[in-house]
């Protein structure tokens, strides 16, 4: 035993004194960000307040219509209908007079909005980091905007849904969905320029934040498979005693069930609690507890066919609608109405047993520390609510057609 606890001394000071890759990693998480010590990471409304500030040409950032030039370039080149008759040009951006655009924020609810009125172009912007959309959010920002400019006075709409994790967008007739990664991309090229002003620097400062939290850094990434190729055992021995702050964060989640329930009930959503586990919280719609043969699944001990679970997994916390195994000859009438209705991988094959009818992303980040415990609940209940309500949506009309009686089981074993 005393043999073994010197190796892995040895093994975690040749790692931590004498990799220079390790101190490569070291330095570049122990500098000053500006961003961080504002609290910025995960703020949206922060994130858009200095992102407007970059794109408004009028701003004293030096960058005249450069960054926003970049964004509408991102936009030219990465939204999917290029083809459209809204859509931007890469060549019309670069000859376009943006000078005097007008960038406004939070404008009607809006998060972005830019004008540029040479070109009778809008284009309202919503940014999404950790959150999620509401179920009628884009629809409505949409209408507002339409309302404001019309299209009927020629004016073009190009409505960009901005997110961190890859998201159809819910209006996805009339919005286009842009990656955040792609947005940096673009920005990081301007930001290799030659230039130290204090704007310039800051700006280097706030693309690299993005990267070290948000998004894939390849160069940190290649450090980390050679740390990991080189010390396995001594960073196993890490990673196995590492705090468990996603573990401690679902334990409180659990310990808040009941005010999810109480949450979405007052949107006119009745739920309750199906299970309880160390990973997974399964809930049910109540309003779906009367459907013909809804209790003769041999999922859980409720015998609820359809069920919402919250489940941890790994680094992450993400929420599914699963259609659970059952009678077979029974189950199959389930399939055959929701199949094609899957908010997630509709084309692909049903499982046999389950069959994931919805996915979302609650959250996928590390604590920094306990006094962030409380903002992260809210925001993973703000996301559940918004996930529960747009399944329930979707799904509800969808499960009415079972005016028929379904034949169950039970009532199939008395013909």
Same mark, same amino acid.
């Given at each position: 035993?005393?043999?073994?606890?010197?190796?892995?001394?040895?093994?975690?000071?040749?790692?931590?004194?004498?990799?220079?890759?390790? $101190?490569?990693?070291?330095?570049?998480?122990?500098?000053?960000?500006?961003?961080?010590?504002?609290?910025?990471?995960?703020?949206?409304?922060?994130?858009?307040?200095?992102? #407007?500030?970059?794109?408004?040409?009028?701003?004293?950032? +030096?960058?005249?219509?450069?960054?926003?030039?970049?964004?509408?370039?991102?936009?030219?080149?990465?939204?999917?209908?290029?083809?459209?008759?809204?859509?931007?040009?890469?060549?019309?951006?670069?000859?376009?007079?943006?000078?005097?655009?007008?960038?406004?924020?939070?404008?009607?609810?809006?998060?972005?909005?830019?004008?540029?009125?040479?070109?009778?172009?809008?284009?309202?912007?919503?940014?999404?980091?950790?959150?999620?959309?509401?179920?009628?959010?884009?629809?409505?920002?949409?209408?507002?905007?339409?309302?404001?400019?019309?299209?009927?006075? +020629?004016?073009?709409?190009?409505?960009?849904?901005?997110?961190?994790?890859?998201?159809?967008?819910?209006?996805?007739?009339?919005?286009?969905?842009?990656?955040?990664?792609?947005?940096?991309?673009?920005?990081?090229?301007?930001?290799?320029?030659?230039?130290? $002003?204090?704007? #310039?620097?800051?700006?280097?400062?706030?693309?690299?934040?993005?990267?070290?939290?948000?998004?894939?850094?390849?160069?940190?990434?290649?450090?980390?498979?050679?740390?990991?190729?080189?010390?396995?055992?001594?960073?196993?021995?890490?990673?196995?005693?590492?705090?468990?702050?996603?573990?401690?964060?679902?334990?409180?989640?659990?310990?808040?069930?009941?005010?999810?329930?109480?949450?979405?009930?007052?949107?006119?959503?009745?739920?309750?609690?199906?299970?309880?586990?160390?990973?997974?919280?399964?809930?049910?719609?109540?309003?779906?507890?009367?459907?013909?043969?809804?209790?003769?699944?041999?999922?859980?001990?409720?015998?609820?066919?359809?069920?919402?679970?919250?489940?941890?997994?790994?680094?992450?916390?993400?929420?599914?609608?699963?259609?659970?195994? +059952?009678?077979?000859?029974?189950?199959?009438?389930?399939?055959?109405?929701?199949?094609?209705?899957?908010?997630?991988?509709?084309?692909?094959? #049903? +499982?046999?047993?389950?069959?994931?009818?919805?996915?979302?992303?609650?959250?996928?980040?590390?604590?920094?520390?306990?006094?962030?415990?409380?903002?992260?609940?809210?925001?993973?209940?703000? $996301?559940?609510?918004?996930?529960?309500?747009?399944?329930?949506?979707?799904?509800?009309?969808?499960?009415?057609?079972?005016?028929?009686?379904?034949?169950?089981?039970?009532?199939?074993?008395?013909?």
């Amino acid at each position: 035993m005393a043999s073994n606890t010197m190796d892995m001394e040895s093994r975690l000071e040749k790692l931590l004194l004498n990799d220079p890759d390790f $101190s490569k990693l070291e330095k570049e998480f122990d500098q000053y960000c500006p961003f961080e010590a504002l609290g910025m990471v995960r703020s949206e409304i922060r994130h858009g307040n200095y992102l #407007a500030y970059l794109l408004n040409p009028g701003r004293p950032h +030096g960058f005249n219509t450069q960054v926003l030039r970049s964004f509408l370039m991102c936009i030219a080149q990465n939204c999917a209908s290029a083809q459209s008759e809204f859509s931007l040009k890469t060549l019309d951006v670069h000859l376009m007079d943006i000078d005097q655009a007008d960038v406004r924020r939070e404008w009607r609810n809006i998060d972005l909005l830019i004008v540029l009125r040479s070109s009778k172009i809008v284009i309202p912007v919503e940014l999404k980091i950790d959150s999620s959309q509401g179920h009628d959010q884009l629809e409505r920002y949409r209408r507002i905007a339409e309302q404001e400019w019309p299209l009927s006075d +020629g004016w073009r709409h190009i409505n960009v849904f901005l997110t961190k994790h890859e998201e159809a967008p819910v209006d996805a007739d009339h919005w286009e969905p842009l990656r955040i990664s792609n947005l940096v991309e673009h920005l990081e090229i301007l930001a290799d320029q030659p230039n130290h $002003s204090p704007a #310039a620097l800051m700006f280097r400062a706030y693309l690299r934040m993005l990267r070290r939290h948000h998004l894939e850094d390849r160069r940190l990434e290649e450090i980390a498979r050679k740390l990991w190729a080189q010390h396995s055992e001594a960073l196993e021995f890490l990673a196995d005693r590492r705090p468990d702050s996603i573990g401690n964060l679902f334990d409180a989640l659990k310990d808040r069930k009941l005010d999810f329930i109480k949450a979405l009930g007052e949107t006119g959503v009745e739920m309750v609690l199906d299970a309880d586990y160390k990973t997974i919280i399964r809930f049910a719609f109540a309003k779906w507890e009367t459907l013909p043969g809804f209790k003769e699944s041999h999922w859980t001990e409720s015998k609820r066919f359809i069920l919402l679970e919250l489940k941890r997994e790994g680094p992450k916390i993400n929420a599914y609608l699963y259609l659970g195994p +059952g009678d077979e000859d029974l189950r199959q009438q389930y399939v055959a109405l929701l199949e094609r209705n899957r908010l997630h991988r509709p084309t692909s094959r #049903a +499982g046999k047993d389950w069959m994931c009818l919805a996915k979302k992303e609650i959250y996928s980040e590390q604590l920094d520390d306990e006094a962030e415990l409380d903002v992260a609940i809210d925001m993973i209940f703000k $996301s559940l609510l918004l996930f529960a309500r747009r399944v329930f949506d979707h799904f509800d009309p969808v499960l009415e057609k079972l005016a028929t009686p379904i034949l169950t089981a039970s009532s199939a074993s008395n013909h």
